[in-house]
């Protein structure tokens, strides 16, 4: 990519420079404009890290054409380059640091029982602070090696859900946090508007967030469980503290009532059994107290 938009397109509106013809004040020049930002569409000029990617691709093609003896010396090797900027780490607190970067998404689906596709797909477009909702209108899911952004797949799995007091709190801190790393990354920075990311804003893969889950319950001892789990730990907590099997459907948003009883059916025999064992204490107690 770097050759076919860059590059080849660059060195095309030079009138096409021959090979032999060309020096290091060509690749200097080439290095200068790619740096600089367009004034006519505003976009901005590359990141001194970028072009030093640039700079090593046109190095190896000009390192065999020497190898080949179709030039005699290499004119990328006596360019300057733009100095890296320094990043300074002073945005992160060693609480930070030690934090995964899936914490975010572990705590969302802990929270909301969001699919994994859902959190994924999550952007910040979706949170509204005002109205305090979070609405579930797209979703990230891997088919093969592509990565595809869509609606999720029915009208029940759009969804707007209440932004709850402490998940806001949570969120207001990481968009803040977002937005020092965007400070802090530069031209680097990845605008994905994703709210489940890494901290130089780029998406975060599946199988990541599925192997980083597994090695942190490890880690700490904990069971083993899949991701997709917290999903059903959020509803079983819901079933336990008497939220109806309606109200978790359109929670979690199953297509069907039928789904939601289907999945968790023995999760709500055991409310019941609790239930039960509860009115039993209840009149063995009254019993008693008549008795004696």
Wanted: include cysteine; glycine fraction near 4%.
């Amino acid at each position: 990519m770097v050759v076919t938009k860059h590059i080849i397109p660059y060195f095309k509106s030079k009138n096409n420079i021959l090979l032999q013809e060309l020096q290091p004040m060509h690749l200097q020049k080439y290095y200068e404009t790619k740096c600089q930002d367009d004034q006519t569409t505003g976009k901005k000029g590359l990141s001194a890290k970028t072009l030093r990617r640039h700079h090593a691709n046109i190095r190896s093609a000009l390192n065999f054409a020497v190898r080949m003896n179709l030039i005699p010396f290499n004119p990328a090797d006596r360019n300057v380059l733009p100095k890296q900027e320094k990043y300074n780490a002073s945005y992160y607190t060693v609480e930070q640091l030690e934090k995964p970067p899936i914490e975010s998404a572990v705590y969302l689906v802990a929270h909301y029982g969001l699919r994994r596709s859902e959190v994924l797909g999550l952007k910040w477009d979706c949170i509204n602070f005002e109205e305090k909702t979070i609405s579930i209108k797209e979703v990230r899911v891997k088919y093969g090696k592509t990565v595809v952004v869509k609606k999720p797949k029915s009208e029940s799995s759009q969804r707007i859900l209440p932004l709850m007091e402490k998940l806001e709190d949570y969120l207001l801190h990481l968009k803040k946090q977002r937005k020092k790393n965007k400070q802090l990354y530069g031209k680097d920075y990845v605008d994905s508007g994703l709210v489940c990311c890494w901290p130089d804003g780029s998406p975060m893969k599946t199988e990541y967030l599925n192997h980083k889950f597994k090695d942190i319950l490890a880690k700490n001892g904990l069971p083993h469980i899949r991701f997709h789990d917290l999903r059903h730990s959020t509803a079983s907590y819901l079933i336990k503290h008497g939220v109806s099997l309606k109200e978790i459907q359109v929670w979690l948003g199953h297509s069907t009532i039928g789904i939601t009883a289907n999945t968790y059916t023995h999760i709500d025999m055991e409310t019941k059994k609790d239930t039960a064992q509860k009115i039993n204490d209840l009149f063995s107690k009254k019993a008693k107290e008549a008795a004696q």
